[in-house]
């Protein structure tokens, strides 16, 4: 199925509408001769009257054309003989007019859809809050604090970073039940990056991860990338389902199992007390080492189960970030762990990267002491608590069913209606400048065709709703007869 509308590519004697002028059209003249090999590395472009000839245009559009091909490294020009073909090859295309392939819907389509710069595009599954929704004020006013600030800190960061967030994060980790000091404590630029600090410092060749089915989908991009076999383990909205995580850590034995405890990208749900005590036993029977990533925590009304609260650092690596409540564009997340454990994470951090985002780690920390970012965060609950209700409605009103009710945060898991093809609903909805969230990019199984994660923050538009039911509409139609 192709999810994206594209133009085929153009022969040599064929240019595309996209040349909207006599010069774009000499330059993709050019352009598909050297793509199919007709000029080569090297050869020898046409003399700039026989190019004008042979396109019906002036002399001077062709000489126009033939610079701005230099300025762009796609040809050169030589005192006395003419222009030629630069020597770095192109991609070979033998077959110029075949349409270009739709992207696959893998675990980072939404991603790749949600940041492609199309004006005007909505986005109820994208994983991040709109930009009306930021502290904006707030935010230049920590950042003026941080540039008058006289022991500001414009160069590298210390290797575990800067203690002073380290110490306050100790507090915030408090309140959620967890005991951690500054040595348990390494700052990093996302919670993508402390995972893979993680898989880095203790995975090996032949290891396996345990995952959620759903997860977020980027754990399954990122653990790809790592060459590591993912286990999934069915979601249920207490937590993993017990049982199945017991028969599969006997038969697979993971290294690790990465986690949501509070407000579980996709589903939202939260994993239930008496859930945790028995996970951290199966752990422990199967020496399992638990990544707990609590990015979601401050949209929760009031924390619940914790797992490493309950386990105080032994087998739980606690990670967070602060990108999803103020702003992608505030790098700065943690990492707590066993104090022996730090060390090999810090060198691991200095090869890989040699520092963290020490701007962001101050910004984060003056929008922390001065208050402005606990009463951002309080103002967020309650305005994504209107925005979950309003979106529930309006899906319940196209058929829709949610898995669970959220008691906090952004995210909604619901059921198409009729055993419809998310992917399917999802393609027709780009047609249209919707990007939605198939479920299949959420389950390493592929085992949830037929739901959608939609972010309520991004859900305000009228247009998404009518665009999602002629989108369910035409896939029915669509649907061959049962």
Request: with cysteine; proline share 7%.
């Amino acid at each position: 199925m192709s999810l994206t509308t594209t133009e085929p590519e153009n022969s040599a004697n064929q240019p595309s509408p996209a040349a909207t002028s006599r010069v774009g059209l000499v330059m993709e003249t050019v352009r598909g001769r050297m793509a199919t090999r007709s000029l080569a590395p090297g050869a020898r472009l046409p003399s700039i009257r026989q190019m004008a000839a042979g396109l019906g245009v002036s002399k001077s559009t062709v000489v126009e054309a033939y610079d701005r091909l230099v300025a762009e490294g796609e040809i050169s020009a030589r005192a006395g003989s003419g222009y030629f073909v630069s020597a770095r090859t192109r991609p070979l295309s033998l077959e110029p007019t075949r349409p270009a392939s739709a992207p696959e819907v893998d675990p980072l389509w939404i991603m790749r859809q949600s940041l492609e710069p199309t004006p005007g595009r909505l986005m109820p599954g994208c994983g991040w809050l709109p930009e009306d929704w930021m502290p904006e004020e707030a935010m230049q006013k920590a950042l003026r604090a941080v540039a008058r600030a006289p022991h500001n800190r414009m160069n590298y960061d210390e290797p575990a970073g800067l203690l002073a967030l380290r110490q306050h994060l100790t507090l915030r980790l408090a309140d959620r039940g967890i005991g951690a000091e500054p040595g348990n404590l390494i700052l990093t630029d996302s919670s993508t990056q402390a995972i893979d600090l993680i898989c880095r410092f203790l995975l090996q060749s032949g290891d396996c991860v345990m995952l959620d089915d759903p997860c977020y989908f980027n754990f399954q991009a990122l653990l790809r990338a790592h060459r590591v076999p993912v286990i999934a383990v069915p979601y249920t909205p207490a937590g993993p389902d017990l049982e199945a995580f017991a028969r599969l850590a006997a038969q697979h034995r993971p290294r690790l199992y990465i986690t949501n405890s509070a407000l579980h990208n996709p589903t939202g749900a939260s994993l239930a007390a008496t859930t945790a005590f028995r996970l951290l036993k199966l752990a422990e029977a199967h020496d399992i080492t638990i990544v707990e990533d609590d990015i979601f925590a401050d949209f929760e009304p009031e924390h619940g189960a914790r797992l490493a609260a309950f386990d105080g650092l032994e087998r739980v690596i606690h990670i967070g970030s602060f990108s999803k409540t103020l702003t992608a564009a505030t790098r700065c997340g943690y990492i707590a762990a066993r104090s022996e454990w730090i060390e090999g994470l810090v060198a691991l951090k200095l090869a890989t990267s040699f520092s963290n985002n020490a701007l962001s780690a101050q910004l984060v920390l003056a929008m922390l002491l001065d208050g402005s970012y606990r009463r951002h965060v309080e103002g967020l609950r309650s305005r994504l608590a209107d925005a979950r209700g309003l979106t529930a409605r309006r899906l319940a009103k196209l058929g829709l069913s949610l898995w669970t009710e959220p008691r906090g945060g952004m995210f909604l898991w619901a059921e198409l209606p009729d055993g419809l093809s998310s992917e399917a609903v999802a393609g027709k909805a780009l047609e249209e400048g919707v990007v939605l969230a198939p479920g299949s990019v959420f389950s390493p199984s592929g085992s949830a065709g037929s739901y959608l994660r939609f972010n309520a923050a991004q859900c305000s538009p009228p247009k998404i709703f009518e665009v999602l039911r002629r989108a369910c509409q035409a896939t029915a139609r669509a649907a061959p007869p049962v």
